[in-house]
């Protein structure tokens, strides 16, 4: 199962980008997958909760913190491509988050 964690400023607008790769991993057959949008608040309490974590771009501020919270338990961190996020492009991220688990596995 990979764990992806999306955090942004309330959690509130991710969720929609959330819904969009859910239903982009059903349409590809991608069943171990679990995504969640959280407040970049609740960061330090997920930090062992994630196989991959990513920003929102409004947030994209905080990535040092990120990377201090989630590098050293070996858990990738990104900044959302913008555009892909504008367009809430489910699938595009998702493939993102994707490719970022298999590298760091």
Request: proline share 5%; with cysteine.
């Amino acid at each position: 199962m990979i764990r992806i964690l999306l955090f942004c400023s309330a959690g509130m607008s991710t969720s929609m980008l959330v819904t969009k790769m859910k239903k982009a991993a059903k349409a590809k057959n991608i069943e171990d997958v679990e995504i969640d949008a959280l407040p970049q608040a609740q960061m330090i309490n997920h930090a062992g909760d994630a196989d991959v974590v990513l920003l929102g771009p409004q947030i994209k501020f905080m990535l040092p913190k990120a990377k201090g919270i989630f590098d050293p338990k070996g858990i990738p961190v990104s900044v959302i491509d913008s555009a892909d996020y504008g367009m809430l492009n489910g699938e595009k991220v998702l493939e993102a988050a994707l490719k970022m688990a298999k590298k760091a596995s």
